[in-house]
């Protein structure tokens, strides 16, 4: 599986956006960028997924770099709930090769 | 539909002691997941099944473990002879085919003492 890069923590403030890069320079054509995060004492969670445009749901939007070798995942205004641990991890979307390969991910502290 | 559920949430065993842990997934789900994850680290991949059929185990996943789908619904997850090495927190996840966006349980959290 292709590696992912992320920072091991960052912090934020309530209701300001968080921006969390990921770098992932050896991404294959059909990898897809997939972000989960998982809150304390909980399984993770599905967050976004994308392959090369930008992508927008109700959590978060996905921007890709066009060289698709970085991405960033955006919380538009965060919340003390968003304060997790968020993954970032890259995959062939289905297929006989879809199990989840998670790194340490990078841990987001929100400040109140 | 409730999610994916995992009983027991707690398991405290003793060392050689045999555990088994249970996976309900989301119904309609056919892809049916296994991770393990210890403490600091992010989760790792056990096995998975599509189905009833068990399609890809890991090297993480000795001997001792065993993993089953009888009917394509629920899954357990055995593991013999525990070892305090086991100690860790075991996790579901089920996903449909189309999508194979994965959703996870809460996870049981096994201690070995």
């Known amino acids: 599986d292709a590696k992912t890069t992320q920072p091991n923590s960052m912090e934020s403030n309530e209701e300001e956006p968080v921006h969390l890069p990921c770098n992932h320079s050896t991404i294959s054509g059909t990898d897809y960028i997939h972000w989960y995060r998982q809150l304390p004492s909980q399984g993770p969670e599905y967050v976004i997924h994308?392959?090369?445009s930008n992508v927008n749901n109700r959590m978060a939007s996905l921007a890709i770099a066009e060289d698709r070798k970085s991405s960033t995942l955006i919380l538009h205004r965060a919340t003390l709930r968003d304060a997790a641990v968020y993954y970032c991890?890259?995959?062939?979307?289905?297929?006989?090769?879809?199990?989840?390969?998670f790194g340490k991910g990078i841990t987001l502290s929100v400040r109140p | 539909d409730t999610g994916v559920s995992q009983n027991p949430r707690h398991k405290i065993t003793k060392r050689g002691q045999n555990v088994t842990f249970r996976c309900d997934p989301i119904s309609e789900h056919n892809r049916l997941y296994w991770y393990r994850q210890t403490l600091g680290q992010g989760p790792e991949f056990l096995t998975y099944f599509q189905n009833e059929a068990q399609l890809e185990k890991s090297r993480l996943l000795s001997d001792r473990f065993s993993a089953e789908r009888p009917k394509g619904s629920f899954s357990t997850l055995e593991i013999q002879r525990t070892e305090q090495g086991d100690s860790a927190m075991y996790l579901c996840?089920?996903?449909?085919?189309?999508?194979?966006?994965?959703?996870f349980g809460p996870g049981t959290r096994l201690t070995v003492l």
């Open positions: 991890i890259l995959r062939v979307l289905t297929g006989a090769n879809s199990k989840l390969t």
């Open positions: 996840a089920s996903s449909e085919l189309i999508t194979d966006t994965q959703y």
């Open positions: 994308g392959l090369t």
